[in-house]
């Protein structure tokens, strides 16, 4: 932008540009929660199965039959 000081008019390039003032700004937020901590490693403690035992399918041998024509 050019400022003539003896018009006392200011030319205006045409086209599109940024707003720069403070008002347009984007607002900066606070700083975001730390990650969850990792959970320690169970080293020698062995998982206990379930008290009704694990889900039995039906038809889940069905699945891993291979049908021969």
Known sequence: MEMDM???YEEVEEGCSTPTRDAYRIQ?????PPPPRKK???IGKKRVPPPNGYFQAPDLELLFTVAHR
């Open 6 to 8: 003896e018009m006392g």
């Open 28 to 32: 900066v937020g606070p700083t975001p």
């Open 40 to 42: 320690p490693l169970m």
